[in-house]
């Protein structure tokens, strides 16, 4: 498992490409360096998959679905909508990410790629800067989730 610490910008080109950090680029395997990258449910960012990270979490969310019931069928056909691959390419690291995706998070000239230990988030840098809770929300956060 990959695992993908830090924050890094990245500058938008005139064809939708971005540079993959270098950081995050050295720790994919050299026989499979795939991505899905999606639209996140919950927020105004891009999740970074690699694609043995996609696979096993399609599987878990496939197993717990009916696809015989008509909510299951329509939640998996939404939630695999505007899903793509992509691959660095060996030179520079560039991917090329659909321009609905990136309309989709605002993301017009500048990118964060934010690791979030077993995914990437790209977000728009000034989306990504707004985001940060307080610290005092952080601590009260973080009291709740400790006491699951």
Same mark, same amino acid.
């Given at each position: 498992?990959?695992?993908?610490?830090?924050?890094? +910008?990245? &500058?938008? =080109? =005139?064809?939708?490409?971005?540079?993959?950090? %270098? #950081?995050? &680029?050295?720790?994919?395997?050299? =026989? =499979?360096?795939?991505?899905? $990258?999606? @639209?996140?449910?919950?927020?105004?960012?891009?999740?970074?998959?690699?694609? %043995?990270?996609?696979?096993?979490?399609?599987?878990?969310?496939? +197993?717990?679905?009916?696809?015989?019931? &008509?909510?299951?069928?329509?939640?998996?056909?939404?939630?695999?909508?505007?899903?793509? $691959? $992509?691959?660095?390419?060996?030179?520079?690291?560039?991917? +090329?990410?659909? @321009? &609905?995706?990136?309309?989709?998070?605002?993301?017009? @000239?500048? $990118?964060?790629? #934010?690791?979030?230990?077993? @995914?990437?988030?790209?977000?728009?840098?000034?989306?990504?800067?707004? +985001?940060?809770?307080?610290?005092?929300?952080?601590? %009260?956060?973080?009291?709740?989730?400790?006491?699951?």
């Amino acid at each position: 498992m990959v695992n993908f610490i830090g924050e890094y +910008s990245a &500058k938008i =080109d =005139d064809k939708g490409r971005i540079i993959l950090p %270098s #950081a995050f &680029k050295s720790l994919l395997p050299a =026989d =499979d360096m795939r991505f899905v $990258v999606r @639209k996140d449910i919950f927020d105004d960012c891009l999740e970074m998959l690699t694609f %043995s990270e996609w696979e096993k979490r399609s599987e878990q969310i496939k +197993s717990r679905l009916n696809f015989l019931k &008509k909510e299951h069928a329509s939640f998996w056909r939404e939630f695999m909508r505007g899903n793509t $691959v $992509v691959t660095p390419d060996n030179k520079l690291g560039r991917i +090329s990410i659909p @321009k &609905k995706l990136l309309d989709a998070i605002g993301a017009e @000239k500048e $990118v964060i790629f #934010a690791g979030n230990d077993h @995914k990437i988030e790209l977000w728009a840098r000034e989306k990504y800067e707004s +985001s940060a809770i307080p610290e005092e929300e952080f601590v %009260s956060l973080a009291e709740k989730v400790s006491n699951l």
